[in-house]
């Protein structure tokens, strides 16, 4: 498809471009147009119908209340209560008490024709029902389902249920005899749940749109179809339906695409549903859409024609420009001729055969100036080299003179004193250190550093008078790695220098290696005074910004190594200090982990 298109003329792409603009501009017009149509009406109808079911439910809960209220009289009746207290009895007493209660039943139903059945229920077993069943009811686990479910306080229990095959709504309240106030029975009555549909009787619906009512359980307690009176809904509606009082959402029912809106009942905890087809909802946009549709359809059309005209006019002008191009990518640079005319085409000529004046001076001074430039870099990283060389090496020769100094002063003195081989060994000792020192090597292993260091300590025993405990723990493989020359003895004259004060006979010096992953980690470790938290944050900055100068407590040492460390290995090595008071300090040296061959 790519290499297609760049097979284009400038007339096939610009005229491709427009199109795409053209159409894809509309085409977002239209859609954006019938979205946003669609969508406010669908805002508008989920108020209109959420008013609708809104109002639907309270004519229920009120219908519903309405029946409570019509089992009052039964309830406060004095041979209601009397029936419930009473044992078994037979005869004449049986037959009245009977009568008056079911022709109290009676009236009930001549003025409520809805109701189906009511029951009376006592905890001795005994019952009476507005209207015998046919063949045998099974009162005692109708009797024992009922106590389960109702409340004790007295609140009525509403739910749906079937009976003799069919469905009806059941209204449940706990009654009391006239002798305690613990409840002694159960007075139920079963509704039609067809006479619900009085409460939205006078709403107009479209023929396939109606209104059903589920149960929290998910069972459907009314559907205009008798078919589905009874069972569960199904199940991607029961989920849309669970967690929520009132939503609306979209849904399939008998292979149509329905729009759902629930409102959930604070009374009786069913939920009213009323479902109206998508076509129906969406309606009204039809012609909308088709006139959006016709008229995009005639402005592509009339702008394409016209995009076609103006691309003419902007090509044929180039194609001239063109041809009179052609030597010049052969590399003769000529120079086109120029129309007359101030338009945009003849400026273009103009500016071209500048540039192409313009572009042979260019070149020749692009190719000089390069030349001069790539001198200029060689010669700046020449400069650089040497730089690094030099400060490198000044690094390397600040050996501290306090060091020299205090050393020489004790030799005198042994010498002045005393003849004994304490002087040989100073002597010896002072003459490896020098030689070591002028070893023209930038690292060096670890063993030879340590034998430095062994030689420095020497000295240093002389000096102070005491023997300086030292020790090393590192691995013989170790002790072939390279480190920066001259870098542990610093550290070691740092822990004597600064760490104890004075040497003591407590005094200890241990020197530590390992390696994690491809770094060395040397660790030189006293167990001097160390120094408190606010004087090591000090000493870090300073180290961090390589602000340790001479006149520092912890003098060149510290910042020597740190420098030449970097130097050698790059900015992620060098060194840490950790330290605590009165308990010692670390000073830690990192490196790369290299075996010296």
């Known amino acids: 498809?790519?290499?297609?298109?760049?097979?284009?003329?400038?007339?096939?792409?610009?005229?491709?471009?427009?199109?795409?603009?053209?159409?894809?501009?509309?085409?977002?017009?239209?859609?954006?147009?019938?979205?946003?149509?669609?969508?406010?009406?669908?805002?508008?109808?989920?108020?209109?119908?959420?008013?609708?079911?809104?109002?639907?439910?309270?004519?229920?809960?009120?219908?519903?209340?309405?029946?409570?209220?019509?089992?009052?009289?039964?309830?406060?009746?004095?041979?209601?209560?009397?029936?419930?207290?009473?044992?078994?009895?037979?005869?004449?007493?049986?037959?009245?008490?009977?009568?008056?209660?079911?022709?109290?039943?009676?009236?009930?139903?001549?003025?409520?024709?809805?109701?189906?059945?009511?029951?009376?229920?006592?905890?001795?077993?005994?019952?009476?029902?507005?209207?015998?069943?046919?063949?045998?009811?099974?009162?005692?686990?109708?009797?024992?389902?009922?106590?389960?479910?109702?409340?004790?306080?007295?609140?009525?229990?509403?739910?749906?249920?079937?009976?003799?095959?069919?469905?009806?709504?059941?209204?449940?309240?706990?009654?009391?005899?006239?002798?305690?106030?613990?409840?002694?029975?159960?007075?139920?009555?079963?509704?039609?749940?067809?006479?619900?549909?009085?409460?939205?009787?006078?709403?107009?619906?479209?023929?396939?749109?109606?209104?059903?009512?589920?149960?929290?359980?998910?069972?459907?307690?009314?559907?205009?179809?008798?078919?589905?009176?009874?069972?569960?809904?199904?199940?991607?509606?029961?989920?849309?339906?669970?967690?929520?009082?009132?939503?609306?959402?979209?849904?399939?029912?008998?292979?149509?695409?329905?729009?759902?809106?629930?409102?959930?009942?604070?009374?009786?905890?069913?939920?009213?549903?009323?479902?109206?087809?998508?076509?129906?909802?969406?309606?009204?946009?039809?012609?909308?859409?088709?006139?959006?549709?016709?008229?995009?359809?005639?402005?592509?059309?009339?702008?394409?024609?016209?995009?076609?005209?103006?691309?003419?006019?902007?090509?044929?002008?180039?194609?001239?420009?063109?041809?009179?191009?052609?030597?010049?990518?052969?590399?003769?640079?000529?120079?086109?001729?120029?129309?007359?005319?101030?338009?945009?085409?003849?400026?273009l000529v103009q500016n071209y055969n500048k540039m192409v004046k313009r572009l042979a001076s260019l070149i020749d001074q692009v190719y000089k100036a390069e030349l001069e430039n790539q001198k200029g870099q060689i010669m700046l990283q020449k400069r650089e080299l040497e730089k690094q060389k030099v400060e490198f090496q000044a690094l390397q020769s600040q050996i501290n003179p306090h060091f020299l100094y205090n050393t020489l002063g004790a030799i005198n003195s042994y010498a002045i004193l005393k003849e004994d081989d304490e002087i040989s060994e100073m002597t010896e000792a002072l003459a490896n250190m020098f030689r070591y020192s002028l070893q023209n090597l930038e690292v060096v292993k670890i063993e030879d550093e340590l034998l430095h260091v062994k030689d420095f300590l020497l000295i240093q025993e002389h000096r102070w008078q005491k023997k300086i405990p030292f020790s090393t723990e590192i691995d013989s493989q170790l002790l072939q790695a390279e480190i920066v020359k001259l870098s542990l003895q610093p550290l070691v004259e740092n822990a004597i220098e600064h760490g104890f004060q004075p040497v003591t006979d407590e005094s200890k010096i241990t020197i530590r290696g390992k390696v994690k992953g491809d770094i060395l980690f040397l660790s030189v470790e006293d167990n001097g005074i160390g120094m408190n938290h606010s004087r090591l944050l000090e000493l870090r900055n300073k180290l961090k910004n390589e602000q340790l100068h001479l006149n520092t407590d912890h003098g060149i040492g510290l910042s020597n190594v740190a420098k030449r460390t970097k130097l050698l290995f790059g900015n992620d090595y060098g060194i840490e200090i950790f330290s605590e008071h009165n308990k010692g300090t670390t000073i830690r040296m990192a490196v790369p982990y290299r075996l010296k061959g």
Request: glycine fraction near 4%.
């Open 1 to 347: 498809m790519k290499f297609w298109f760049l097979r284009l003329n400038l007339f096939q792409r610009l005229l491709i471009y427009f199109s795409l603009i053209i159409i894809s501009s509309l085409v977002l017009v239209t859609v954006t147009t019938y979205i946003k149509a669609s969508s406010t009406i669908e805002n508008q109808v989920s108020v209109y119908l959420e008013q609708i079911v809104n109002n639907v439910n309270l004519q229920i809960d009120e219908y519903l209340k309405n029946y409570e209220l019509a089992t009052l009289p039964l309830i406060t009746s004095q041979e209601v209560r009397k029936f419930l207290d009473r044992g078994a009895i037979s005869g004449y007493e049986s037959f009245v008490e009977y009568s008056e209660i079911r022709d109290s039943m009676d009236g009930v139903i001549t003025e409520r024709p809805e109701i189906e059945q009511i029951y009376l229920m006592g905890e001795t077993g005994r019952y009476i029902m507005s209207n015998e069943p046919r063949g045998t009811f099974p009162v005692a686990e109708f009797y024992q389902d009922l106590n389960e479910r109702t409340p004790n306080d007295g609140k009525i229990l509403i739910y749906p249920r079937i009976n003799q095959n069919k469905l009806v709504i059941t209204m449940a309240r706990k009654i009391r005899g006239t002798k305690t106030f613990e409840p002694k029975g159960i007075i139920a009555v079963d509704l039609k749940p067809s006479y619900l549909t009085r409460s939205w009787g006078e709403i107009k619906l479209d023929e396939n749109s109606f209104f059903m009512i589920v149960g929290d359980d998910g069972q459907i307690i009314y559907h205009p179809d008798d078919e589905y009176m009874g069972k569960e809904i199904k199940q991607s509606i029961k989920n849309r339906l669970a967690n929520k009082s009132e939503n609306n959402f979209y849904e399939k029912w008998k292979d149509e695409k329905f729009f759902f809106h629930f409102n959930t009942s604070s009374y009786t905890g069913w939920k009213v549903v009323l479902a109206v087809p998508r076509v129906t909802l969406f309606e009204p946009i039809s012609v909308v859409r088709t006139t959006v549709y016709i008229s995009g359809a005639i402005a592509i059309i009339l702008a394409l024609f016209l995009a076609q005209h103006f691309i003419r006019k902007i090509v044929t002008p180039i194609r001239m420009i063109e041809r009179t191009m052609k030597n010049v990518e052969k590399g003769n640079w000529e120079l086109a001729p120029e129309p007359s005319g101030n338009d945009e085409i003849s400026s």
